[in-house]
């Protein structure tokens, strides 16, 4: 979701996209601005390290983070909670490190640190450096004796790998236990990739090494960042400290054209997660990825594969890197009704803009003798560049007139994917089908309201300003039956277009429960001194009703099954979201009052809601989701090496190479039954008689 941007007009406040220089300058990297948390996978050279950051110059920046921050002003006692408790995760991401004791003894020492820090005092976190090389030490110790002679694969083995479910160990014998599950699940990772069992155990033996050497080498001095970084993060999910080294990175990547395997990826307690795919990249285009897939293993060509858990994602990303045209094996572990462990193998390549364009497509029904013509717009994302050569406003705007031409009976805005972009691209697309009217408005900490309208509406205040975008020609308005596809990865840009048809009554909301919930605007500001930068929340985004999509996000009006198991998606399954905020109302009236199209009512929302909860009840396609959804949060995290080598060997006999013909098409298929449900319920609109007057 691109949406936050250096500068504080909401202009280039943008749902964090920013154009990339070169030949593809129109593209700009989804989520850009999450470079601690989400990071995307670019042919990129590693850069030297600069200065580290001092316990000295800790005060400026806390204080910097609570001068720009939107709500977090003041030091509290529970941001200073919330701080203790994300430098605990960062230092033992799998809770294989440290006893539930240990925490007790951590907890008051890093809460020292909080405090003492403010006045340059950081003497504090010798106490916690020494603590964790004790853990790690013990921990090589503990595998080393679990892979002496005597060890014994045993398939009947079964881990949790939902750390945040999974309570600390409170004693040497359950460390000792969760450490030979954790080494198993490891071994036989690779095992499946073809590695006999001695070489297994070597390899698991120098990784423990490696841990410890990393431990170690992550020296008070260094621990300083991590405080750093723990301090903005307990303030909301989406402000962060970059160090220099990852500001630097940030800086290169603005510069280059958007070549790599096409993946924006977060590290999630010990485990390298996809968090989106970006579209036209190499990593789609196998459709075999999904967002939250976990990535276990890296291989580069004629290599064998590496094992990456509980790896520093810096260090993954650099084995994920390389030159376009070359190839990279991603080792994936799903859960979904099977654990599956499977290996997809990408090519780096740049991204195909033609993949991240607006596109339509036809579909046509037949009730009663008579034949309905309705049209598709896939929107993945608001692109567009400054010098106007590209822009999703202009190109869903000659879609919707070719579909004019065509007769359409209606349209479907898919915005399931659309995990943002450009706001001002957003902006201006409402205007296509609601004409005159305000769409959106941000709020900064000082309670100015800054409203985003097509064509002028109202007069301004003290308090709220009011920016303006050139009125849509009536005669490019798309007034017919609107549904707007919806899922929870659709984030930012697509909350907001989406909240504003709601607010308007202009179109029917179809899809999962609720979007992504990201309401907030972030601004990133370089640090002096090479200290590298701070992303920042400054401003809530609310819609025209009034409401912010913050946390709550956009729920929608005809329900369907989350799509693949997408539970923990979403702002609220974030650590410490800002709440949901409201404002007075700026809901104009487009085009004075008189509107060109129909706005919808209650009970016709709620009608085709039943309609269409009966279809799906119907749809083996959706029974199938249904049942894929509630038998992986049976698992709730669980993962039996049995069922890993079991789905192995059935996918090894039923596995036959598919053309990227076929790959592509199985990707579409993932969609299919979602946007086929969204034609049906604008099938259902067109044709339901309308209810008799009282």
């Keep these: 979701m691109c949406d936050r941007k250096a500068e504080n007009t909401p202009r280039n406040n943008q749902p964090e996209r920013r154009a990339a ?7 700009c990297f989804r989520k850009l601005m999450l470079l601690l948390v989400l990071l995307l996978i670019l042919v990129l050279p ?13 005060p400026m920046l806390m204080e910097r983070f609570l001068a720009n921050h939107y709500a977090m002003k003041n030091m509290t006692g529970e941001i200073m909670t919330h701080a203790v408790e994300q430098m605990i995760r960062s230092l033992d991401p799998s809770k294989i490190l440290l006893y539930e004791s240990d925490l007790e003894k951590l907890k008051p020492d890093l809460q020292k640190v909080f405090i003492s820090m403010q006045s340059g005092d950081c003497t504090s976190l010798q106490l916690v450096y020494d603590m964790i090389v004790l853990r790690a030490r013990e921990n090589e110790a503990i595998v080393k004796k679990i892979l002496g002679p005597d060890y014994r694969l045993d398939e009947t083995v079964e881990l949790n790998i939902n750390v945040d479910k999974r309570p600390y160990v409170k004693t040497a014998a359950e460390k000792r236990e969760l450490l030979s599950k954790v ?22 033996i120098h990784r423990y090494e490696l841990q410890t050497m990393r431990v170690v080498e992550r020296n008070p001095e260094k621990l300083i960042t991590g405080i750093a970084e723990a301090f903005a993060l307990a303030l909301d999910p989406h402000t962060s400290y ?46 075999l990825l999904k967002p939250k897939d976990k990535i276990i293993a890296v291989a580069q060509a004629g290599e064998k594969p590496v094992d990456v858990i509980d790896m520093d994602l810096q260090d993954i990303i650099k084995m ?3 030159k376009k045209g070359t190839q990279v094996t991603l080792t994936i572990l799903r859960q979904a009704e099977q654990t599956q462990r499977f290996d997809a193998v990408i090519t780096r390549d740049k991204i195909d803009i033609k993949e991240q364009e607006a596109k339509l497509s036809y579909e046509t029904r037949r009730v009663d003798g008579k034949q309905y013509n309705f049209g598709v717009i896939d929107l993945p994302s608001f692109y567009g560049d400054e010098k106007g050569n590209k822009s999703s406003y202009e190109d869903v705007k000659n879609l919707l007139a070719q579909a004019r031409q065509q007769h359409v009976d209606g349209i479907v805005l898919d915005l399931s994917r659309n995990g943002g972009g450009l706001l001002t691209e957003a902006v201006r697309l409402a205007g296509l089908f609601l004409g005159k009217g305000e769409i959106v408005a941000t709020k900064d900490s000082g309670g100015q309201v ?25 005669r490019a308005l798309y007034t017919g039956p609107l549904v707007v ?41 370089p640090l002096p001194g090479d200290l590298g930068a701070m992303k920042v929340t400054t401003a809530l985004y609310f819609l025209p009703g009034g409401k912010s999509t913050q946390k709550t996000g956009v729920e929608a009006d005809v329900e369907l099954p989350i799509w693949f198991s997408l539970e923990d998606i979403g702002e609220k399954a974030m650590y410490y979201p800002l709440p949901a905020q409201s404002i007075t109302p700026f809901l104009g009236a487009p085009e004075n009052a008189l509107p060109r199209w129909k706005p919808l009512e209650k009970p016709l929302l709620a009608e085709l809601a039943t309609r269409s909860k009966a279809r799906v009840a119907q749809n083996t396609k959706f029974a199938e989701i249904i049942k894929s959804n509630k038998e992986a949060a049976g698992k709730k995290g669980i993962i039996r090496l049995v069922d890993l080598r079991k789905e192995m060997k059935k996918e090894s006999g039923d596995k036959k190479k598919e053309t990227p013909t076929e790959l592509k098409k199985k990707a579409r298929d993932q969609y299919a039954p979602f946007v086929n449900e969204g034609v049906n319920v604008l099938l259902d609109m067109v044709t339901m008689k309308p209810a008799p007057s009282s």
Aim: charged share 20%.
């Design 485 to 525: 596809l919806t899922s929870r990865l659709s984030a930012s840009a697509s909350e907001i277009l989406a909240g504003a048809f709601k607010d308007y009554h202009r179109a029917v909301i179809v899809g999962a429960d609720h979007t992504f919930g990201k309401g907030s605007v972030q601004v990133l500001t």
């Design 450 to 474: 800054t409203i985003l309208a097509n064509g002028s509406t109202g007069t301004e205040s003290d308090m709220r300003r009011v920016m303006t975008f050139p009125a849509e020609d009536p």
């Design 21 to 27: 220089s070169g030949s593809k300058g129109w593209l």
């Design 320 to 322: 994920i890197r390389g």
């Design 46 to 58: 590693a850069p030297a390290v600069t200065k580290n950051l001092t316990c000295g110059r800790l």
């Design 183 to 204: 080494v198993q699940f490891q071994i036989e990772n690779a095992l499946l990739a073809g590695v006999d069992l001695t070489e297994a155990k070597k390899q698991q």
């Design 242 to 287: 970059l160090s220099p080294e990852n500001y630097e990175n940030l800086m290169i990547q603005m510069q280059l054209s958007l070549e790599g395997i096409g993946a924006v990826l977060s590290s999630d307690n010990g485990f390298t997660v996809i968090e989106e795919l970006i579209a036209g990249g190499g990593a789609e285009r196998t459709g």
